[in-house]
């Protein structure tokens, strides 16, 4: 590497070294960073929209662990990735986004104030000079893995082209250019006298659970979270995101809106709850009810304060640290005989169900059903959001963590599957890249089909196709508003795949499905979108739960926002 002459170049340098994908679209802002990148032939995925790379980015991390980096230009490039920017910040998704930005003399009328906008978003930005583009860059790495954020590197456009001011160090980023939320800093030792007062309640429970989330898949917490569990007997379950981390016969699946009702009803029951790494947001919790039996709920997070009114005791410490010092003060002879009274209860949506729904459209559990039974053990599950989301996560199994997510639901937006379909694609290409999404979310983003027949060598899309924002008809129809704004004519994306060079079949009837199944057996090349017609008819029962709960309280009723 020979050394950088320009403001672009050092800061596609410091990049190159620490990202080893860049998921971006070029424009006048960034045209001179991509360059740099391109033509020492590091990997950019080029996006058809701004939206596509930080939700790309975002899902490339949870399915490799490797930070990687997004660009855009200013002004309208700018703007059209912010939704996909707060996702990455509310999900705390570290990753450098490397933009263009109004010139150091001053905006011009086609500007915005882009500082000022990412810190609405909590989101904090480093300008790039002259004196100081690698240092800022490297800066911006290092904020972005200590915090657990996006943080963005601007690139003013008077400078993109100016050299580097080589003869001194540069100046270092002041306190003022990077705050570090209270929250996010870097948790305390872990305090010995609270590790043995958890082990003494684990010891004493009679039917301990517990739930891991992100936090503990993060810090490697989980054998020994499990090997604390298989001590004192207790169930484990998890958060979405945290799939598979116990690997235990054990494990009751997934807590939360997602539970079966089997596994929902033994969770209640328990006594002493240890959650470890996991936000307990409304959704896990059941809507407050998941836990409701418990005299005791232990909470590990790094976050400042407990998350939920719930948890009686509050630990601020690393997942994995925590849990090493709890297994070392907990006595041998501390099991609980909860398990040999329980027998661990089916996953999914265990209602009758048959091929098709009451409007002849097909029954999405059933065509969950027989994905599982097609897809090849090694993939990559991600979502969408919508009413149909809980399909996958209740029927689908992943082979890990990193195998399954549901990017979007922190913003609660729908219309960012695809690009997070790119990102999973692009970062496990070991594995075959399942996206399931609604005909809602994927009409708001079908410029990016091209995008993945472009860059990746295989991928799936199941479109769960009910010609309609399943969630609103679901939340507010049943209450009596108008339905017209939240149907349409159903579109037929098989064609529309087609037209962009993929592969498509419309899936009316279960023995549609062999177009899937021939596909996957002839080695699964290139990009296939299965499009489903399911039945509107099949409510999720989580829906039903989510309905009530907010039928009776005055919080409006959140859904998939758009």
Not at 146 to 157: A, E
Not at 252 to 261: D, N, R, V, W
Not at 313 to 342: G, I
């Amino acid at each position: 590497m020979t050394s950088p002459t320009t403001v672009s170049e050092a800061v596609a340098d410091v990049v190159a070294q620490h990202s080893d994908t860049v998921f971006s679209l070029m424009g006048n802002g960034n045209a001179h960073f991509v360059s740099s990148l391109t033509h020492r032939g590091h990997r950019v995925v080029n996006v058809r929209h701004e939206t596509a790379t930080v939700i790309a980015a975002q899902s490339y991390f949870l399915a490799t662990g490797k930070i990687p980096a997004a660009s855009t230009t200013y002004g309208a490039g700018y703007t059209n990735m912010l939704t996909s920017l707060a996702e990455a910040r509310l999900a705390r998704i570290p990753m450098v986004v490397v933009v263009g930005a109004p010139p150091t003399t001053g905006p011009r009328g086609q500007d915005i104030d882009q500082v000022g906008t990412a810190r609405a978003l909590y989101v904090h930005t480093l300008v790039a000079g002259p004196g100081n583009a690698p240092q800022v860059t490297r800066h911006a790495y290092e904020v972005a893995v200590r915090d657990r954020v996006p943080v963005i590197v601007s690139l003013p456009y008077d400078v993109v082209d100016s050299p580097v001011d080589n003869s001194e160090d540069g100046a270092a980023p002041t306190s003022q250019e990077v705050l570090r939320e209270k929250e996010l800093q870097e948790a305390p030792p872990v305090g010995e006298d609270d590790a043995a007062a958890v082990a003494e309640a684990l010891a004493r429970a009679e039917r301990p659970l517990i739930l891991a989330g992100r936090g503990s898949v993060l810090s490697g917490a989980g054998p020994i979270l499990r090997e604390i569990g298989d001590r004192v007997g207790a169930l484990f379950a998890t958060s979405l995101m945290a799939h598979r981390i116990f690997d235990s016969p054990w494990d009751i699946g997934i807590a939360g809106g997602f539970s079966s009702p089997g596994a929902a009803e033994l969770m209640c029951r328990a006594d002493v709850v240890l959650v470890a790494g996991a936000s307990l947001n409304l959704y896990q919790m059941r809507y407050n009810k998941l836990v409701a039996g418990a005299r005791a709920v232990i909470q590990i997070d790094t976050q400042a304060s407990a998350t939920h009114e719930q948890v009686t005791s509050y630990h601020r410490a690393d997942a994995r640290d925590f849990a090493e010092a709890v297994l070392k003060h907990l006595p041998e002879d501390s099991t609980s005989d909860w398990r040999s009274t329980v027998t661990c209860p089916p996953a999914g949506d265990q209602r009758p169900h048959g091929d098709f729904g009451s409007d002849g459209r097909l029954d999405p559990r059933t065509v969950m059903d027989r994905f599982e039974s097609m897809l090849p053990a090694q993939r990559t599950i991600t979502q969408d959001t919508g009413h149909f989301m809980g399909w996958a996560a209740r029927h689908l199994t992943a082979p890990d963590p990193q195998g399954m997510m549901l990017p979007g639901l922190a913003l609660q937006s729908i219309g960012l599957g695809v690009g997070s379909a790119l990102g999973i694609a692009v970062g496990r290409e070991d594995r075959l890249p399942v996206l399931v999404t609604g005909d809602g979310g994927l009409a708001m983003e079908l410029n990016e089909l091209d995008t993945l027949v472009r860059e990746v060598k295989s991928a799936l899309v199941i479109v769960l196709n009910d010609a309609a924002y399943g969630m609103e008809v679901h939340q507010y129809g049943v209450r009596g508003l108008d339905t017209t704004a939240m149907v349409f004519d159903e579109l037929d994306f098989a064609r529309i795949a087609t037209a962009v060079g993929a592969q498509g079949a419309k899936i009316r009837t279960v023995e549609d499905l062999e177009h899937v199944r021939s596909w996957i057996a002839s080695g699964a090349q290139g990009v296939f979108v299965a499009d489903v017609a399911i039945s509107a008819d099949v409510v999720a029962d989580w829906l039903d739960m989510s309905n009530a709960y907010y039928a009776s309280t005055d919080e409006a009723t959140p859904g998939a926002a758009r």
